[in-house]
Antibody
């Protein structure tokens, strides 16, 4: 059974840092792209970052570029999100999600097929 | 960035009703469109990929259609467990973006 378990959320002051972790099990972690997706309280979903299987490619939403860093440790089956210079607008539930590619009609289609339960980040003084 | 716009933002329906949710992309995305269901306090659940392909285990009352910029999620006969918020998401180009959500409530 695929499981993704996030941890590391909490209360942090504006300008502070936090490191989120996601422990993966039930699948070959090193074979998948992984993502972080966030959801501000009462709001919709926002993709934050992606990382390729070996960590060589990383992509970020513009609002976190230069402040957040996605990384992974395939030996530990773990995904991370280092968040620096946190702002009030970064407050959200952060989800770890597995990226699956589906081949259909000779094309590939990406989707988030498994999600963790989320970890809450609160940014407040 | 590609903007995704869902309509309506919310709707009220009864068990057994046919429900349709629309998602429009701000530019061409072929069929790189996914649908998710989210219940309060829970993580999203993957329903449909490539605009019309049902994820494994998803009931057949859910269906998707569309290509280019206009897409539809249909629930053929609404069940009690279907009351939730539904999101579309494009995976055509980064940043991958979501619609604002459509909340399906009990009438």
């Amino acid at each position: 059974e695929v499981q993704l378990v996030e941890s590391g959320g909490g209360l942090v002051q504006p300008g502070g840092s936090l490191r989120l972790s996601c422990a993966a099990s039930g699948f070959t972690f090193s074979s998948y792209w992984m993502s972080w997706v966030r959801q501000a309280p009462g709001k919709g979903l926002e993709w934050v970052a992606n990382i390729k299987q070996g960590g060589s490619e990383k992509y970020y939403v513009d609002s976190v570029k230069g402040r957040f860093t996605i990384s992974r440790d395939n030996a530990k089956n773990s995904l991370y999100l280092q968040m620096n210079s946190l702002r009030a607008e970064d407050a959200a539930v952060y989800y770890c999600a597995r990226c699956e590619i589906y081949y259909y009609d000779s094309s590939g289609y990406w989707g988030f097929d498994y999600w963790g339960q989320g970890t809450l980040v609160t940014v407040s003084s | 960035d590609i903007q995704m716009t869902q309509s309506p933002s919310s709707l009220s329906a009864s068990v057994g009703d046919r429900v349709t949710i629309t998602c429009r992309a701000s530019q061409y995305i072929s069929t790189n469109l996914n649908w998710y269901q989210q219940k309060p306090g829970k993580a999203p659940k993957f329903l449909i990929y490539a605009a019309s392909s049902l994820q494994s285990g998803v009931p057949s009352r859910f269906s998707g259609s569309g290509s280019g910029t206009d897409f539809t999620l249909t629930i053929s006969s609404l069940q009690p467990e279907d009351f939730a918020t539904y999101y579309c998401q494009q995976s055509y180009s980064t940043p991958w973006t979501f619609g604002q959500g459509t909340k399906v409530e009990i009438k």
